[in-house]
């Protein structure tokens, strides 16, 4: 096979590689790295209600080994490569909905606060709700799924001053005796009790109490989901025939937990009973195909679960970039 390269394609090509060099690399490359990311928040519609997600920063939890239990470290590490994920980082995201219905404003979860446990990157809910337009002060229920520190750490700032000043918060009674108990202080759950006592005290007299399959707000429906501990929630939220679950922490992770939903994970009260309520929980959704928001899982946290052998699979639904 011959190629004909007339003359003029020649000189014109010698034409430009003249150019190029007479510019010099370095004319190509002058723009300064701008060393920025976008904001941290997505919106989207569900029936008449507007949903913005927004987050509290990525919560790094290091080695999967001690976390992940129940099956071989190998194993794990392995689930995690075949996902092109780093198989010595578990890092999870917080993804906090805000729903408006037109008549209230409700957040479900609030983040680390000013808490470091688990690093540097958490803790910049108010940063993302700022970035997303919505003030702190127009949020009219704060829904808790659990009081572990990275779901109400944000409740109030350093000083004990509530972040929320017209929002009543929404917790299950079970959970917040739990954590709130002075008792506890004494145990290895002492952090996590401490970072409760801080944030749900000084609002008490704002707290509601919601029960198992009560529609405790406009379109937000309580389903108790116990194991991770003992009061944990997920929630049903609907507007105008369109529906999502706000999973909490029924899944931390989008594979191994999904893949391997009778994986232990470290943090559950009790491991045995967070299994069963994942699976029990998860089948129902993935029967019935309704979407689901993970509170831990990859940004922004919004797809659909399936029931794949005796396991699950999560498709990320894609981001919508216009309402």
Not at 139 to 149: G, L, R, T
């Amino acid at each position: 096979m011959t190629i004909d390269v007339s003359r003029r394609s020649l000189l014109a090509l010698g034409a430009g590689l003249g150019a190029s060099a007479m510019l010099g690399s370095s004319a190509m490359a002058r723009a300064p790295k701008l060393g920025t990311q976008t904001p941290y928040w997505h919106r989207f519609v569900l029936g008449d209600a507007e949903v913005t997600v927004v987050s509290d920063g990525p919560l790094p939890l290091g080695d999967p080994s001690g976390t992940f239990t129940g099956v071989p470290k190998e194993e794990v590490k392995k689930m995690l490569s075949d996902n092109f994920l780093s198989p010595d980082n578990v890092v999870l995201e917080q993804n906090s909905p805000i729903v408006n219905t037109g008549d209230k404003l409700i957040l479900f979860d609030t983040g680390m606060g000013s808490s470091k446990m688990f690093g540097a990157s958490t803790g910049r809910q108010q940063k993302s709700m700022t970035e997303a337009g919505i003030k702190p002060g127009d949020i009219d229920a704060v829904v808790c799924s659990h009081a572990h520190i990275d779901h109400i750490g944000g409740i109030v700032d350093e000083g004990g001053k509530p972040l929320f000043p017209n929002a009543q918060i929404y917790i299950a009674q079970s959970d917040f005796d739990f954590w709130t108990d002075e008792g506890k202080l004494g145990s290895a759950a002492k952090d996590f009790v401490i970072h409760a006592r801080k944030n749900l005290l000084p609002v008490r007299d704002r707290i509601v109490f919601f029960k198992d399959g009560q529609e405790f707000l406009p379109g937000v429906q309580a389903i108790a989901a116990p194991g991770h501990t003992v009061g944990h929630t997920i929630f049903m939220v609907s507007s105008a025939g369109k529906s999502f679950a706000f999973l909490g922490d029924l899944s931390h992770h989008s594979v191994l937990l999904l893949e391997r939903p009778r994986m232990e994970f470290s943090y559950d009260s009790d491991p045995k009973q967070a299994a069963e309520s994942r699976v029990k929980l998860l089948t129902m959704l993935a029967t019935n195909k309704i979407p689901v928001m993970s509170y831990h899982f990859a940004w922004p946290g919004y797809g659909h679960v399936a029931k794949v052998g005796e396991g699950f699979r999560y498709y990320p639904e894609p981001m919508k970039m216009t309402l």
